[in-house]
């Protein structure tokens, strides 16, 4: 077991998703690829046991197939499925900004959000794709949780791994995302204010486009699957 950020142990499964999850992402575990789990304990350096719960867990978040005696095929994405799966962030996280401008939260609370946005803007001056693309996961996850409802953290959690996936495949096909940023900013600046409808608009506006984004990469680039 190793320590999480917050101090607390981590389980040998919660280090085997981390693990598993860093190998899709890479590409080391392609999309439509088989594996036994003695081969991805071996690979890990862990006993089966972890890694057949880690491989629930992923399956869960649509990252795997789990497939009695034949062990896991790493599932592909399609240009459909993003768009579903964009489909149902827009409407999710737009309602959460539109939630978390309602609250009333002070400079201190929505500092965390703040600082996503400040890191994407320093990875941006730098050109630093990867570090613009963690950052702009922290944005996402912080507001879902500023809107405050644990049911749609949980939904959205379950298909924030496949939209990881496939801009890790497209990051580096698309212009700068300098428009995203200033987005952010503007959903920011909504929810200081108050305005529960402007913060709604402006993210649903920004998610839109980020669909139409990907999925004209994916078909330009003929990517059906990924």
């Known amino acids: 077991m190793t320590a999480s950020a917050q101090g607390k142990p981590k389980s040998n499964s919660a280090i085997a998703v981390e693990k598993l999850r860093e190998l899709i992402f890479s590409g080391e575990l392609p999309a439509g690829s088989d594996h036994l789990e003695t081969e991805l304990a071996l690979r890990l350096g862990m006993s089966r046991t972890p890694v057949r719960e880690a491989a629930l867990t992923l399956e869960a978040q649509g990252l795997l197939e789990v497939r009695a005696r034949k062990g896991v095929r790493i599932l592909p ?38 600082k996503t946005i400040a890191d994407m803007e320093v990875a941006l001056d730098s050109e630093d794709r990867a570090a613009w693309a963690a950052a702009d996961d922290r944005f996402h996850n912080e507001l879902v949780r500023l809107g405050g409802n644990s049911r749609v953290v949980a939904i959205v959690a379950l298909m924030a791994d496949q939209v990881r996936r496939a801009r890790a495949v497209t990051l580096y096909m698309r212009p700068l ?20 409808a402007s913060a709604h608009a402006i993210h649903r506006s920004h998610r839109t486009n980020a669909k139409q984004t990907l999925v004209q990469i994916l078909q330009t680039n003929r990517l059906h699957m990924v």
């Open 77 to 114: 994405i399609s240009a459909r499925d993003m768009e579903e799966i964009y489909d149902v962030l827009t409407e999710l996280e737009s309602m959460a900004a539109a939630q978390a401008a309602k609250q009333g939260y002070d400079a201190k609370a929505l500092a965390p959000l703040a």
């Open 177 to 196: 995302p300098l428009k995203s940023n200033a987005d952010h900013r503007a959903v920011l600046e909504a929810i200081r204010a108050g305005d529960a």
